[in-house]
């Protein structure tokens, strides 16, 4: 797959400098097997707590790779909550993000070491996925960097600085989520980074609203000037034909990155392409949601039903198989 646009290079590089940080351990020692069950039991639980589209494409994972993704969620999940839903201000801070900034350190000491707390069920469970599956230390590091900037920046002048954004805390997800799930080589991971930043923009124009209400706003400003739109009509919520067509813009330079990541299902291990080919798949119906409620994505959060993904995933199994099997016959 060749990068030609600046951000995409720019992506490519960070991932291929976070590729050197694997640690090569294959097991974590010192913590019995009830206790690492009990661990992997707690991310399934908030797994299918916090992310029903998440549950469902993890489903049709083998065992030890379904548990290992879930406790990669439970990871991502309690990175985002210390700064989304943080604690109450204490007398030891004299600010908020100050406080946020402290757990966040916390919390990266706790999940990046070889010896994580025994009453610590997600630092365990990851722990023992990283060292397992060999995930690479700087992926998981840049992740935690990229929720840290929600602290700072709540306003993107251009596509460019929101794809970054969207590396930071998406597709270095599908990276990690690349090592557990397996890849026959290197040239996977272009792939890989721009699926995470189409699943993070289909994020960002489900949940515009919630956003808002806020504080933050992570629609490109020079996009929004284009199209005649500025802060005072999102605070408005008026879902007028400028709000339409900048909206049809954006959804569709989403479904062009889907589009262009989809081959990259055929460079995974044969027993994960169909589970990332359901997420994928199943987050693009958000998109038809939206459209469906005439762009609407202030007074309601656009989903896709349980019924819907039972639907498509007939379709979603076929088409990966085809992907894999169009690459094969081309090689």
């Known amino acids: 797959m060749t ?148 602290l700072t920046k709540k306003r993107y002048a251009t596509f460019d600085e929101l794809a970054a954004y969207a590396y930071g805390v998406a597709s270095t997800v599908g990276l990690m989520s690349m090592h557990i799930i397996g890849f026959s080589d290197q040239d996977a991971i272009p792939y890989a ?23 933050r706003l992570y629609l490109p400003q020079d996009e929004l000037a284009a199209f005649d739109l500025m802060e005072e009509d999102i605070d408005r919520a008026e879902v007028d034909d400028r709000w339409q067509q900048f909206m049809q813009f954006q959804i569709d330079r989403n479904r062009r990155l889907y589009a262009e990541a989809w081959s990259g299902i055929s460079l995974l291990s044969p027993n994960g392409r169909f589970s990332i080919a359901a997420a994928a798949d199943l987050y693009q119906g958000i998109l038809d949601d939206i459209e469906r409620h005439n762009y609407d994505v202030f007074s309601r959060r656009s989903f896709v039903s349980t019924t819907g993904k039972l639907r498509r995933l007939p379709s979603i199994w076929w088409r990966s198989r085809e992907i894999y099997l169009s690459r094969s016959r081309l090689n």
């Not at 690492?36 to 469902?56: E, G, K, N, P």
């Open 3 to 150: 990068l030609s646009q600046t951000w995409e290079s720019t992506l490519l590089s960070l991932a291929q400098e976070a590729t050197h940080s694997q640690e090569g351990l294959s097991e974590l020692w010192g913590v019995d097997h009830p206790t690492l069950q009990a661990a992997y039991d707690y991310c399934d639980h908030l797994t299918a707590i916090h992310s029903r589209s998440f549950y469902w494409a993890s489903q049709l994972l083998p065992g030890p790779k379904r548990r290992a993704v879930r406790a990669l969620y439970a990871f991502c999940r309690i990175t985002d909550d210390i700064v989304d839903h943080p604690s109450p201000l204490t007398p030891d801070f004299t600010s908020q993000n100050e406080m946020i900034k402290h757990k966040l350190e916390q919390w990266r000491q706790a999940s990046f070491t070889h010896n994580p707390p025994k009453d610590d069920l997600v630092a365990l469970a990851w722990a023992d996925t990283r060292t397992r599956f060999n995930v690479p230390v700087k992926y998981g590091e840049q992740l935690i960097n990229g929720v840290l900037t929600d």
């Open 193 to 215: 980074i721009k699926l995470g930043v189409a699943l993070q923009l289909t994020n960002i124009l489900r949940d515009v609203g919630e956003d808002w209400r806020n504080g």
